[in-house]
């Protein structure tokens, strides 16, 4: 082959690369542009936007800039470190009940109990229906005059007369905390249950002959494979409890006496009840800061990617 016909050979391959090049260039662009804009868009410019109000008076009339004046106000105030610490127990609790519950469940229906797939296709009712249907149903059962729980332990002599849950000032938190575990319960089910049954059963059976107890096999088995999962469920529904608005607000608007008011509830409060929406995308914000380092914090500390992949 005589070198002209090589030079040209070479030309055309280095042109070939080149479009190949712009081409996949071009498809990068394309599926990753959308992609952005839709980002900015739903996420960046609201939250910019939110934190931007925060630093005004009324932002919606007659706005005054008071810079970091309503964080100020707020972290001074009393109220808002009651409101935080109502935040805090409601989520660890609702997450940690969630949790247990779920992965004991997914733990016996593991087994291939008789009943097993029925149970299993009955814990995903609770997760699909209506927040309000929930609501009303829990508060039928708690109801002091007509509510089953109520006559149940009346009759049984653990009470001497029906307990309001969800106005008494004592009983108010468990109660929104124990319908909020009925309803979300099924989501760390479900993933923990798919995880079980992702581990080798081998492993369970040499387990068995080197003569391991069924607590070794769960701590030397069972956890190490589930704690990635139980990692991805204590942040994210963590983070999904301590923002939670719909049930706390349907069962007690926040009462009795702001003994449920989360900061949520009071976020909504201080924007519709008080007209003042500085001061609740303030507390609105301090939440969203609250969540980032929580976030940062935990995924330095376990990496709980790394126990998934």
Same mark, same amino acid.
Not at 32 to 48: A, E, G, R
Not at 284 to 299: P, R, S, T
């Given at each position: 082959m005589s070198t002209a016909l090589k030079s040209r050979?070479?030309?055309?391959?280095?042109a070939l690369r080149e479009h190949e090049l712009d081409g996949t260039t071009l498809l990068l662009a394309a599926c990753? !542009?959308?992609?952005? !804009?839709? #980002?900015? %868009?739903? @996420? %960046?410019?609201?939250?910019?936007y939110a934190l931007g109000m925060s630093l005004f008076t009324s932002p919606v009339r007659n706005p005054e800039f008071v810079g970091l004046g309503n964080y100020i106000s707020l972290l001074g105030s009393?109220? #808002?470190?009651?409101?935080? @610490?109502?935040?805090?127990v409601y989520a660890v609790s609702t997450t940690a009940l969630s949790l247990v519950i779920g992965l004991g469940l997914a733990l016996v229906i593991n087994q291939r109990i008789r009943g097993g797939d029925a149970l299993r296709t009955l814990m995903i009712f609770?997760?699909?229906l209506p927040t309000l249907v929930v609501i009303f149903m829990w508060k039928f059962i708690l109801d002091p005059n007509i509510g089953i729980l109520n006559q149940f332990l009346v009759?049984?002599?653990l009470i001497d007369k029906p307990i309001a849950f969800f106005s008494t000032l004592e009983f108010a938190m468990p109660? !929104?905390?124990?319908?909020?575990?009925?309803? #979300?319960?099924?989501?760390?089910?479900?993933?923990?249950?798919?995880?079980?049954?992702?581990?080798?059963?081998d492993l369970y059976e040499r387990a068995?002959?080197?003569?391991?107890?069924?607590?070794?096999?769960?701590r030397d088995i069972t956890f190490p494979h589930l704690r990635g999962a139980i990692l991805i469920i204590l942040l994210v529904r963590g983070i999904w409890m301590f923002n939670k608005f719909d049930i706390i607000y349907l069962s007690t608007h926040g009462g009795p006496l702001k003994q449920t008011t989360t900061l949520p509830i009071r976020v909504y409060q201080i924007a519709f009840s008080e007209v003042n929406f500085g001061m609740a995308t303030a507390l609105?914000?301090?939440?969203?800061?609250?969540?980032? %380092?929580?976030?940062? !914090?935990?995924?330095r500390a376990f990496a709980p990617e790394k126990e998934v992949a």
């Open positions: 050979v070479a030309a055309a391959q280095r990753f !542009v959308p992609m952005l !804009v839709f #980002f900015l %868009v739903v @996420w %960046v410019i609201p939250i910019v009393g109220e #808002f470190w009651g409101f935080l @610490w109502n935040s805090i609770p997760y699909l009759e049984a002599g109660a !929104v905390v124990i319908t909020s575990v009925w309803k #979300f319960a099924s989501f760390a089910f479900f993933i923990l249950l798919a995880r079980l049954q992702a581990i080798d059963p068995r002959v080197e003569g391991a107890t069924t607590w070794q096999a769960f609105a914000g301090i939440m969203f800061f609250l969540l980032a %380092v929580v976030a940062v !914090v935990y995924f």
